[in-house]
């Protein structure tokens, strides 16, 4: 049975809403947000002004539709930050956007002159880390991306802050589809997701939540009115049985209407709730650089499928708190006595 330290406790109820659900929005992808404003300025680097912009627009119109905001040390904090609400989870990114793929396999790294020490001395409440991983990588790669991740986990444990941990598999140069993108990978294998959720659910790498992708390419995916289909059912089911502890669903470019029928899936398998980013606001990204249209279409159908995500959470998903994996003492305070200040170690 999982007792949370003070301040991992702290963390993931500042993540969740009242109740114990997430409904996080995700502010940090940086590739899907400078890739199309440098097409559009015909540029090889999209103007920091506009990234940022961005971002903070993101903050000012979703945040009431969110518990928390995940945000990056580029462009998010340093603009964004003071637009967002005290109220809501600061979760902040650790790993670097660039990866080095050498086509057997990618190598993912931190942030240059970041940590997680400085992520949870600047105030944030969780830190998260993306790592790519195939399971049939080269070895030597798939090494490296679990020494980071222990790492990364340890040093978590040691400043007694939340690692929420996202995992994507990707395509090796012997695939057929072929991208660097932040997609998802439409000819993915369910063996894959699976079996890399299973390795990092290992004591060893401290993941405290995980944010998972759909075992199924999202536009395959069957479920529709808060029907399932019982055969992606069972591998959502087998996902949720492997990560072992709280765990969100990432969107992974899937379109609003994917991303919905991946959470009656996902919810019916015990998940807690989501932390997406370009289902909820994609379609406003695409008036860019029109200011006014997007800050519309985000306060309109932007804010409109949040509410919609956010009821079928409710209704569905299990809180956070609630998961097996604390036997029903998920809120309970350690030690719930006078001993604390002795036994609470320096970070």
């Known amino acids: 049975m999982t007792h949370l330290s003070p301040g991992k406790l702290w963390g993931m109820r500042r993540m969740a809403d009242a109740d114990g659900f997430f409904l996080m929005t995700a502010v940090d992808q940086r590739p899907p947000i400078k890739g199309p404003i440098a097409v559009h300025y015909g540029q090889e680097e999209a103007p920091y002004d506009d990234v940022a912009g961005f971002k903070r627009l993101l903050i000012e119109t979703l945040q009431d539709q969110s518990s928390a905001m995940l945000l990056d040390p580029h462009f998010a904090i340093p603009r964004g930050l003071p637009a967002l609400s005290p109220a809501k989870g600061l979760i902040v990114t650790l790993e670097d956007s660039l990866f080095e793929d050498t086509g057997r396999g990618r190598r993912s790294a931190e942030i240059d002159d970041w940590s997680v020490g400085k992520i949870k001395r600047m105030g944030g409440d969780a830190v998260k880390v993306l790592a790519w991983y195939r399971p049939d990588a080269d070895p030597g790669i798939n090494q490296h991306q679990r020494d980071m991740v222990a790492r990364i986990g ?104 994917a991303f919905r029928k991946i959470l009656t899936h996902a919810y019916a398998a015990g998940a807690s709730g989501y932390l997406a980013g370009r289902a909820i606001w994609l379609d406003a990204f695409a008036a860019f650089p029109d200011w006014a249209a997007m800050r519309r279409d985000l306060e309109s159908d932007g804010r409109a499928y949040c509410a919609e995500i956010a009821a079928l959470t409710r209704a569905d998903a299990t809180p956070w708190h609630k998961h097996a994996c604390f036997g029903g003492t998920g809120l309970d305070f350690h030690p719930a006595d006078a001993s604390f200040r002795h036994t609470y170690p320096e970070a």
């Open 154 to 257: 340890d040093a978590c444990a040691r400043h007694d802050i939340p690692f929420l941990f996202e995992l994507l598999v990707y395509p090796l140069a012997s695939d057929a589809e072929q991208t660097g993108d932040y997609v998802e990978m439409r000819s993915k294998r369910a063996e894959h997701v699976l079996a890399s959720v299973e390795t990092f659910a290992a004591p060893d790498f401290g993941v405290d939540v995980f944010k998972l992708e759909s075992p199924v390419a999202a536009d395959d995916i069957l479920a529709a009115d808060g029907a399932t289909d019982s055969a992606h059912q069972a591998l959502f089911d087998e996902m949720g049985r492997l990560a072992g502890r709280p765990w969100v669903m990432l969107s992974a470019g899937a379109g609003k209407a």
